[in-house]
């Protein structure tokens, strides 16, 4: 067990719908990230967010948004969906953001992911 | 963009046999993980490793920062060491570039 969670695991739903992710990171960790894995991109990052704030996007479209709340937890948006979303997400956290010199504040560690089917 | 490469692509093993996965990277690194992708989709920490060599049971792994490599064995290989392995590289930010993966496949 990583000490990350997420919900939910498994979310099925039809295109054009909105559907919201859940993550909440390690006790103490204040780096939250967001993966993608899809069968035909791999794993991407789309977005990460440091103690409330947005850090650093990748290839998150448009109709994808993200945020992190007080308490640490981050939600993840998607909205307009199309077949091609259907992936698994994951949400990862760190302690820092990859700036820290001490060792390991910068290693990640992964929740189990929500697996994300759009009919 | 950064860019991570695994090989091989694919790995049949016989238990017990001994295999080497390597990674190569295209820029300086601040993060290097390796990563185990069970059946179930979890992904397991396996080391964190921007330098040096480190050793946890039957794996190791070993990057070499100025020639922009990494290798991860696995020795006296077991079923459930089934899987894909991941190999990531995180820029300044530590975004996470993730390789394609190696798939190995441990036959009893």
């Known amino acids: 067990d990583s000490g990350v969670t997420q919900t939910p695991k498994h979310l099925i739903t039809a295109t054009g719908q909105r559907v919201t992710l859940r993550c909440s990171p390690r006790?103490?960790?204040?780096?939250v990230y967001w993966y993608q894995q899809s069968l035909d991109q791999g794993l991407q990052f789309l977005i990460q967010?440091?103690?409330?704030?947005?850090?650093a996007k990748g290839n998150i479209l448009e109709r994808f948004s993200a945020q992190q709340f007080p308490d640490l937890h981050s939600e993840l948006n998607l909205s307009s969906l199309e077949l091609g979303d259907s992936a698994l997400y994951f949400c990862a956290s760190s302690l820092q953001t990859g700036t820290s010199g001490r060792a390991k504040a910068n290693e990640q560690f992964f929740g189990p992911g929500t697996r994300l089917t759009v009919l | 963009g950064i860019q991570v490469e695994q090989s091989p692509p694919d790995l049949i093993l016989q238990e017990g046999a001994n295999s080497t996965l390597r990674c190569n990277f295209s820029d300086s690194v601040n993060n290097l993980q390796w990563f185990h992708q069970n059946p179930w989709g979890q992904l397991i920490n396996l080391f964190y490793?921007?330098?040096g060599t480190k050793q946890n049971g039957r794996l190791s792994a070993t990057t070499v920062a100025t020639e922009r490599y990494s290798l991860l064995y696995i020795s006296s290989s077991q079923t459930t060491d089934s899987g894909v392995y991941f190999c990531a590289r995180g820029d300044g930010n530590n975004r996470l570039a993730f390789g394609k993966g190696n798939q190995v496949v441990v036959i009893p």
């Open positions: 967010y440091y103690n409330g704030e947005e850090r």
């Open positions: 490793i921007p330098s």
């Open positions: 006790s103490g960790d204040l780096s």
